[in-house]
T-cell receptor, first 121, second 109 residues
Framework: GAVVSQHPSRVICKSGTSVKIECRSLDFQATTMFWYRQFPKQSLMLMATSNEGSKATYEQGVEKDKFLINHASLTLSTLTVTSAHPEDSSFYIC?????????????????FGAGTRLSVL | DAKTTQPPSMDCAEGRAANLPCNHSTISGNEYVYWYRQIHSQGPQYIIHGLKNNETNEMASLIITEDRKSSTLILPHATLRDTAVYYCIVKGNGQNFVFGPGTRLSVLP
């Protein structure tokens, strides 16, 4: 299957600092990437949809000014957690698909990165 | 909200088949069934997907009932490495993947 690389795998930072997470599709181009957050013992929650060359679409309740998303190319999306606080500590996961945005079936399998564990002290 | 219902946990003996059920009674005609799994502290891994017909790949088999209201993921010879949370997701055009709580499969030696 297609490979999605996510970096870094773990971040420990002080409260108030900003953290950037990168998500790359290594062997395919992705017009759309997705960012999820997962708290301990909970399922993945979609935060936002990252669209190449345009603004991201955020889910209800997700602060767009706090979670900045940039999708500058067909293979790279970044999530920046600005002024991180302890409550932002979580497991952040990106995904990318090989098909058109919002499609279904074989052309729209989502491939996930390994995730980034953020710990804010 | 997730459109699927799965048992919260299951056990399976190593070497035996693991049969993971999923109920999706409200599935509509253009929605596919996808299965992913998440091993602890990793991102979800794609397993298989299907629309109407049964599907098989190197990882698993997917059996979809004729009325499409439920499906079963089959791992034919479970190993300890198959211990994970398994997610059954129904998705159609214009929809995002919505993850429910999944089934925590424990493969026992």
């Amino acid at each position: 299957g297609a490979v999605v690389s996510q970096h870094p795998s773990r971040v420990i930072c002080k409260s108030g600092t900003s953290v950037k997470i990168e998500c790359r599709s290594l062997d395919f181009q992705a017009t759309t990437m997705f960012w999820y957050r997962q708290f301990p013992k909970q399922s993945l929650m979609l935060m936002a949809t990252s669209n190449e060359g345009s603004k991201a679409t955020y889910e209800q309740g997700v602060e767009k000014d706090k979670f900045l998303i940039n999708h500058a190319s067909l293979t790279l999306s970044t999530l920046t957690v600005t002024s991180a606080h302890p409550e932002d500590s979580s497991f952040y996961i990106c995904s990318a698909g090989t098909g058109t945005s919002g499609g279904a079936g074989a052309k729209n399998i989502q491939y996930f990165g390994a995730g980034t564990r953020l710990s804010v002290l | 909200d997730a459109k699927t219902t799965q048992p919260p946990s299951m056990d399976c003996a190593e070497g035996r088949a693991a049969n993971l059920p999923c109920n999706h009674s409200t599935i509509s005609g253009n929605e596919y069934v996808y299965w992913y799994r998440q091993i602890h502290s990793q991102g979800p891994q794609y397993i298989i997907h299907g629309l109407k017909n049964n599907e098989t790949n190197e990882m698993a088999s997917l059996i979809i009932t004729e009325d499409r209201k439920s499906s079963t993921l089959i791992l034919p010879h479970a190993t300890l490495r198959d211990t994970a949370v398994y997610y059954c997701i129904v998705k159609g055009n214009g929809q995002n993947f919505v993850f429910g709580p999944g089934t925590r499969l424990s493969v026992l030696p």
